[in-house]
């Protein structure tokens, strides 16, 4: 079963999108949720994780101050607010749930940062950010 992701776009820079990931298959409350991008020529890298409780448990650096990861367990879906976008942002961004052994913030922190432990991708959705 894969998570959807959606609300992609072009922008400018300083500009601003929001994501959405959900499914309509099963709740996700109970999971970990994951932000990953892939840049053109690049490695997939972790953006931001939350916990089922909301915490983050995650963020990239270069993201911190203008992501914020927020979920809302009545409407299914995990949002990435994305704020002052760069085009150094531009990526295909793709949501998975964590499915590893181990459920601590520290651990699961280690895990976001390689999608390891990562799962049902989905086809993810572009983010196009113009200068």
């Known amino acids: 079963v894969q998570l959807q992701a959606s609300g992609g776009g072009s922008v400018q820079a300083g500009g601003s999108l929001r994501l959405s990931c959900t499914t309509s298959?099963?709740?996700?409350?109970?999971?970990?949720i994951g932000w990953f991008r892939r840049a053109p020529g690049k490695d997939r890298e972790g953006v931001s994780c939350?916990?089922?409780?909301?915490?983050?448990?995650y963020s990239l650096d270069s993201v911190k101050g203008r992501f914020t990861v927020s979920r809302d367990h009545a409407e299914n879906t995990v949002y990435l607010q994305m704020d002052s976008l760069k085009p150094e942002d531009t990526a295909v961004y793709y949501c998975a749930m964590y499915m590893g052994a181990y459920y601590s913030d520290a651990y699961v922190h280690t895990r976001c940062r390689t999608s390891a432990d990562f799962a049902s991708w989905g086809q993810g959705t572009e983010v196009t950010v113009s200068s």
């Open positions: 298959r099963f709740a996700l409350d109970i999971y970990t």
């Open positions: 939350i916990n089922s409780s909301g915490g983050t448990v």
